[in-house]
């Protein structure tokens, strides 16, 4: 059973899936930064016999590209 909620004004993104045991997934969220500058995405992974948990900060700026035609 696979199936998440998503809140993202200011709130918790979940995803909640059940793999089976020496299993892995791929998870995929988005991410929406509202602010420039540092940002800590937290991850965390629970199961009824143990958790994780694992988190990294993400740089977020601004790029400007500009392309001049002559």
Do not use: C, W
């Not at 045991?21 to 965390?44: C, H, M």
């Amino acid at each position: 059973m696979n199936y998440y909620s998503a809140h993202l004004m200011n709130q918790l993104y979940t995803i909640r899936l059940q793999i089976q045991p020496n299993s892995a997934a791929a998870v995929y969220f988005p991410i929406v930064p509202r602010d420039l500058g540092q940002i800590t995405l937290k991850v965390e992974a629970r199961s009824v016999y143990s958790a994780d948990a694992v988190e990294r900060k993400l740089l977020v700026e601004v790029v400007v590209n500009i392309t001049l035609f002559t």
